[in-house]
């Protein structure tokens, strides 16, 4: 797990929760301008997400946890100037 914030690997989690987390913030995060209210996100991929895998989980660290990857790997950015924090896919 790549962190846009200090540019380095801060460690795994499991490869399916990881795919599917990818996959659900990738659907809910727009090309747009305006882009998507960080706060709304875990809210916006939780029906996305299958049950079994995530089952008992944080949804909100995974969500934080895969957007920080996703941003490091230039996937999706951080609309600027945007507070609250807002997200856009690249």
Do not use: C, H
């Amino acid at each position: 797990m790549l962190n846009v914030n200090t540019g380095r690997s801060d460690g795994t989690i499991d490869r399916e929760m990881y795919e599917a987390m990818k996959s659900a913030l990738l659907e809910v995060i727009p090309e747009g301008e305006e882009g998507v209210p960080f706060g709304e996100l875990a809210e916006r991929v939780k029906p996305l997400l299958p049950e079994a895998v995530f089952e008992g989980a944080s949804i909100g660290w995974y969500t934080t946890t895969v957007k920080l990857d996703l941003e490091a790997r230039g996937l999706i950015e951080r609309v600027p100037k945007a507070s609250p924090q807002r997200l856009r896919r690249r």
